[in-house]
C-alpha cells in the first residue's frame, strides 16, 4: 500500500481489502480485489472525497422487530 493509500483508504469501507469477503459471490471478490476503489476512485480525488465512507454501522433489523413488539 503507498502513502496516498493508506492515508485515504485504510479504513475506506469502498477500498476492496476492506470488503467482507462473505458478502461476495466469488467472481464478484476477485473482480473487486483488482480494483484500487470500489468506485474506481483515485485516492483525495473529488469522487473520492465524495463516496469515502469510514466508518459502517451495521443494523440488525430482526433485533428491531422483537424490540419494538415489546413496547
Do not use: I
Not at 11 to 39: F, G, I, K, T
Request: contains cysteine; hydrophobic residues 30%.
Amino acid at each position: 500500500m503507498n502513502e496516498s493509500t493508506e492515508t485515504w483508504c485504510s479504513v475506506c469501507v469502498y477500498h476492496p481489502p476492506n470488503l467482507p469477503r462473505e458478502a461476495y459471490a466469488a467472481a464478484d471478490w476477485q473482480e473487486l480485489q483488482s480494483r484500487h476503489c470500489a468506485y474506481d476512485c483515485q485516492p483525495g480525488s473529488a469522487d473520492c472525497l465524495a463516496w469515502r465512507k469510514t466508518s459502517c454501522s451495521l443494523v440488525d433489523l430482526e433485533a428491531l422487530k422483537a424490540s419494538n413488539r415489546g413496547q
